[in-house]
């Protein structure tokens, strides 16, 4: 056994273990990356990061689900890891990183304490939205649904949520899921996240995924997005077409400790 470095960070109640990598030395089989993100068993996690080394930005963003398998893009992960670049001396306070659907720019907007920052991250454009009577789908990084509902507080995410991200029409890899309140000019959202299997306080691509449906409804490109973990900014400039630029998403991320453990 040999004993790794870690740091955990949340973002609105998203969390994430955080491992320098930028070495490139150190390898974790799926199934110990599961076990440090197991709640009972490990540290704890959304997903698990690996900051690895770039000769084409500041880093790499390697981005695993807690079930131990590698993922497409995570917005709040990505806030945090900026965050965990800049306290390190790895950028300043603009960066640009390589994640899973391309690169990323980073900016640290307000350092409100030594473990505290507001963060926003540039998102993936979207150019295709697919519509429907009955929700939304599309993708920000990551392949979201997102459907309108009304009291979006009382409904059981994880039940309806685990359908739609089951179903045959989204099969073989899934979605993840969103159930949206439009209500006092702002979004609330709820997700059920693939690979987490159950619901999150908060999804980064999630919550992109749903201001940028909620335009269809509102015609608003600036959104507050209300989640169960905290309070999201999402800006976008949209385009004929469906097809959405400039996407930012702004939000806090935090420090919560670091440590050692056994492999």
Same mark, same amino acid.
């Given at each position: 056994?040999?004993?790794?470095?870690?740091?955990?960070?949340?973002?609105?109640?998203?969390?994430?273990?955080?491992?320098?990598?930028?070495?490139?030395?150190?390898?974790?089989?799926?199934?110990?990356?599961?076990?440090?993100?197991?709640?009972?068993?490990?540290?704890?996690?959304?997903?698990?990061?690996?900051?690895?080394?770039?000769?084409?930005?500041?880093?790499?963003?390697?981005?695993?689900?807690?079930?131990?398998?590698?993922?497409?893009?995570?917005?709040?992960?990505?806030?945090?890891?900026?965050?965990?670049?800049?306290?390190?001396?790895?950028?300043?306070?603009?960066?640009?990183?390589?994640?899973?659907?391309?690169?990323?720019?980073?900016?640290?907007?307000?350092?409100?304490?030594?473990?505290?920052?507001?963060?926003?991250?540039?998102?993936?454009?979207?150019?295709?939205?697919?519509?429907?009577?009955?929700?939304?789908?599309?993708?920000?990084?990551?392949?979201?649904? &997102?459907? =309108? %509902? *009304?009291?979006?507080? !009382?409904?059981?995410? $994880?039940?309806?949520?685990?359908?739609?991200?089951?179903? /045959?029409?989204?099969?073989?890899?899934?979605?993840? &899921?969103? =159930? %949206? *309140?439009?209500?006092? !000019?702002?979004?609330? $959202?709820?997700?059920?996240?693939?690979?987490?299997?159950? /619901?999150?306080?908060?999804?980064?691509?999630?919550?992109?995924?749903?201001?940028?449906?909620?335009?269809?409804?509102?015609?608003?490109?600036?959104?507050?997005?209300?989640?169960?973990?905290?309070?999201?900014?999402?800006?976008?400039?949209?385009?004929?077409?469906?097809?959405?630029?400039?996407?930012?998403?702004?939000?806090?991320?935090?420090?919560?400790?670091?440590?050692?453990?056994?492999?």
């Amino acid at each position: 056994m040999s004993k790794i470095k870690f740091w955990k960070y949340q973002a609105n109640g998203n969390d994430f273990v955080i491992v320098d990598n930028r070495e490139d030395e150190l390898q974790l089989s799926n199934e110990q990356i599961q076990k440090i993100c197991d709640r009972h068993f490990g540290i704890g996690a959304d997903g698990f990061i690996f900051v690895n080394s770039s000769d084409k930005a500041d880093f790499e963003m390697l981005y695993y689900n807690s079930d131990g398998q590698i993922s497409s893009m995570c917005g709040n992960g990505g806030r945090c890891i900026a965050m965990f670049a800049y306290l390190h001396e790895i950028s300043g306070e603009q960066m640009e990183f390589k994640a899973f659907d391309g690169f990323h720019n980073a900016i640290i907007e307000d350092r409100m304490s030594h473990n505290l920052c507001d963060v926003s991250l540039s998102m993936a454009d979207v150019d295709e939205v697919h519509k429907s009577k009955l929700f939304y789908f599309l993708d920000t990084g990551s392949p979201h649904y &997102v459907e =309108f %509902v *009304e009291q979006v507080a !009382e409904l059981d995410v $994880v039940s309806e949520g685990r359908k739609t991200r089951h179903s /045959e029409r989204f099969m073989p890899d899934g979605t993840n &899921v969103n =159930f %949206v *309140e439009i209500r006092d !000019e702002r979004l609330f $959202v709820r997700t059920y996240e693939r690979g987490v299997e159950d /619901e999150t306080l908060s999804c980064g691509t999630g919550v992109t995924a749903s201001a940028i449906a909620a335009y269809f409804v509102t015609g608003k490109n600036s959104q507050i997005v209300h989640t169960t973990g905290g309070e999201f900014i999402v800006d976008f400039k949209p385009h004929p077409g469906d097809i959405f630029t400039d996407v930012w998403l702004r939000g806090p991320a935090e420090l919560v400790f670091e440590g050692e453990i056994e492999i």
